[in-house]
């Protein structure tokens, strides 16, 4: 697969619960080895739009392909080839951190699980905390592992659900290193849900502001920012909110 | 069944292995009750086969207590494995993972069997210097009592964990409450035409009504009867095809309303 390949194609996804739509009619394409934000304020629509990408959450209409397949039919033949990392979903607190990653490893049929856990914890700096129960870590550690096991199976395709959030900035920082690090070794796609503006700047090539469960806006941070002749992508942000948010 | 899915099931036998093992309170649990029910029972027994040896004759009281405990403890273990994925948060990243469901359904009945027999075999055992009451005796009929018993757990917990997916930990209760609602039924110290009509006609659907006739005839009058045994087995088929169907329908209507990222109260 080259750089350029779609990796995802989304088309007229929607979801509505109980008469509401919470993604309403969401269209766009991913290319490989590309980072995409997905921006939006809090119900937005970012989870649920994630919710439906992971195969957790069954669209009301629309399609999702990814890999070239349709997801929706083909959820088993694609899972093993992505992962995700979400504050929402907890690791199996009593189990250490190793115990973790072991039993993460053997459920997505990692081969030479041993090494990709010892490179995890090179990579996660989790040397000392290897014996520890996770209940026991700091959300700042909790977090680190929970990374540590999205890459457990070296996704083609990693989707984060506000990765950094509760993160001190120093950890945060070192947190996106570790993902543009990953990119740059694997060529994996990552999407990353987040309301932290600055960040999607500094991280992604391409963004997708989302209000009210549709898209307002896309392309790359710089493009943006230049068409709404903002200073930042908050700006753009602000402003299309203020404007109505595309409703 | 192929290499990636044996995979996948060992992953979470190795998980539930690693919680037991970081958790003395829940190792201790599994052999704790069975041991503690039998030793109450066997007392009473003892009390009773005074006063009337036909109520405690062949250690009746002590087998039917040890083969009913084999229902609720492989449903308990199957139940509370699955509930620990829904404390610890961590059903969605089980959804996410190439972890089929009928994978997940099966890992649970592996460690729900393995939890079971750690129970039940140490309690069994110490019946036979304590009380001088041996299940083992049964011989192989035995099997047929407990695996019959075992697949009526199941089958009830397929339905109550297809409940907790949809309802949360709102409905875990259930657990508790749904083996208890068939205990009055299913004739385990005393014989069906004991209970008045209407409960004997609903006593007449249920498997656990067949196995504990079958093993009061075995014990007291020597008397094998598979056909019992059968009838048993076939009821439990039919249990575990609407227990499978209520778990799968609760799954899709799950992932229609987004209740597995967050799946809570």
New interface residues.
Partial sequence: MTRSDTILQVEGLS?C?KEKWAVEDLTFSLPSGSILGLLGGNGAGK??TL?ML?????PSSGSIHLFGKNFVKNR?AV??R???C?P?????????VE?NL???A????VKNAKSRISRLITDFRLHELMKQ?IRRLSSGQKTRVSLA?ALINKPDFLLLDEPTASLSPDVAKWIREQLLEYREQTGATILFASHDMREVELLCDQVLLMSHGRLIEKGSPLELIKKHEKESLEDVFLSLNENGGGQ | MNVSSLSRISALLLRYFFLLRSSWPRLLEIAYWPTVQMIIWGFTSLHFSSASPELTAGGILISAVLVWDSLFRSHISYTLSFLEEMWSRNLANLFVSPLRSWELLLSLSAISMIRTLIGMVPAALLAIPFFGVSVFELGLPLLGFFLNLVFTGWAISQAVTGILLRYGLGAESLTWMLPFLLAPFSCIYYPLETLPGWMQTVAQFLSTTYVFEGMRALILRGEWLPNLLWHAFFLNGIYFIVGLSVFCLALKSARKRGLLLQSGE
Avoid at chain 1, 88 to 96: A, E, F, H, K, S
């Fill in positions: 979801k619960f989870t649920t919710s992971l195969g957790l959450l069954e088993h899972l093993g992505m992962n995700f979400s929402y979903v907890d690791l199996p607190q009593r189990l250490t115990e072991k039993v993460f053997k459920l997505y049929g129960p096991k």
